[in-house]
């Protein structure tokens, strides 16, 4: 399972104050803890709502954060393409993350020439398009296959591509849940890989930290290879642990007890 | 889902003792708690090693406790068919269950006669023969699908007939947890119930109330239909009310907001 830590946006208050007052410390503070506890990749969103050329220069200076802790992978989140783009040119290293492309038409046209200066890179990829997020399973996957199709044909291979199903609240649908895990099973068929956030499926109710952590254990039972999770939160290292020994991949049980020595959870 | 309520057995020190002491208050405060935890039916297990007439005595004695708290519908369990004819004897509701008939030759030909003279009650069949539990998950199916038969030819209907898939420790296997649940799933394409019990994936790791609440979650999610579970542990109503929720049977999320109210885990 990969890890992708959700923590440094700046739409969450103490993010979007550390960024506004360029507290380096604070930020360095936030990415030790994700790495500390499991974190692959550190998601770098430094959308604090002030405009295109603010965020271009927050997110250097996030990068820059980053790299004075160690040469970590990066997961660059925008939905400005132009702020991925100048982004991108900051990262040193080979393996990232671009979140994300969707189905939009404009949005494809002008990522496409981005992801192709970075073939290695590693592309989310949202199943909505122009009109939102289709609640028919079918639609999500011919979203999925048309971005796959394209992403292809600019020489992307399978493994880097990471379809993002998309969570919706089972408060306002409570078949959202199954929708989303079906939409993720058909996924798998394709030899694609998967990731997702999960806070979203718990939202409006109460005590969301538990839903969050069985929704993540069924993700995990149907394969998902990646999420974008605070994995400071210890329920969730306990859904991923535990998730994949019940789904024997965990070979004599070694990660889990090796977990619980270290009090992991 | 449908809860068995596991802990009047004769195998558990404190239950042992109720009953060699014929401590009644013991063993129907025991069946109370259980009932309050959502439990629908009460397995009763009067083996205390001390032999056929003892245990048979034994059982009409819990049964009696069991109707001085209420009508309740029993479980009764028991290695022995005699015992299982006499208890059955003084069972007054309709609706029971038989724990348990297995593909023992033996077992069938003196467990049938009973059954047909309760075609009404439901009947718990162990994935298993002569030969113990198969590792190859097909021989198990080709089990359950032999008890099927034999039960639909007596007249017992598939609603009840309710088959464990049996559940073996992931630490001496760590595939064991994903094997059992390939089983349940072909089982349930028989159109037939399920049922099992939990605390055996966990033996021999630590934290083992963890573990068996996550695997619950996944038997839930793979359609389970019944569990025999100490309802009392808070964990496992957590898990049984959250994956109902998740997995689309809880409508507008109703039982799960009552079980947060009620500080139900």
Chains 1, 2 share one sequence.
Not at 119 to 136: A, Q, R
Not at 203 to 226: A, M, T, V
Request: charge should be neutral; hydrophobic fraction near 35%; include cysteine.
């Amino acid at each position: 399972m990969i890890i992708i830590g959700e923590r440094i946006n700046g739409t969450r208050g103490n993010i979007k104050e550390a960024i506004e007052k360029k507290n380096k410390e604070f930020i360095k503070k936030e990415i030790k803890k994700q790495i500390e506890c499991g974190a692959h990749y550190i998601d770098l969103n430094a959308g604090i709502g002030k405009g295109k050329e603010r965020e271009k220069e927050d997110i250097k200076w996030l990068i820059e954060c980053l790299y004075e802790v160690g040469e970590i992978p990066v997961c660059i989140d925008s939905s400005d393409p132009d702020v991925i783009e100048f982004g991108l040119s900051f990262i040193k290293t080979s393996d990232k993350m671009i979140n994300s492309i969707n189905g939009e038409s404009k949005k494809i046209e002008r990522l496409l020439p981005i992801i192709k200066k970075y073939p290695e890179s590693k592309i989310i990829c949202l199943t909505m398009d122009e009109k939102g997020i289709p609640s028919d399973y079918k639609k999500r996957l011919q979203i999925a296959e048309k971005l796959i199709e394209i992403l292809n044909g600019i020489g992307v291979k399978n493994e880097n591509i990471f379809v993002d199903p998309l969570v919706e609240p089972i408060s306002v649908n409570y078949e959202n849940g199954i929708i989303f895990l079906k939409v993720l099973k058909e996924i798998k068929k394709l030899n694609i890989k998967t990731t997702c956030g999960l806070s979203n499926i718990s939202f409006g109710l109460p005590n969301r930290k538990i839903i969050n952590k069985y929704f993540l254990s069924f993700c995990i039972y149907e394969g998902l290879d990646s999420v974008i999770v605070d994995p400071t939160i210890s329920d969730i290292r306990e859904a991923i642990c535990i998730s994949e020994m019940l789904t024997g991949k965990d070979e004599f049980c070694m990660n889990y007890i090796k977990n619980v020595r270290n009090r992991n959870f």
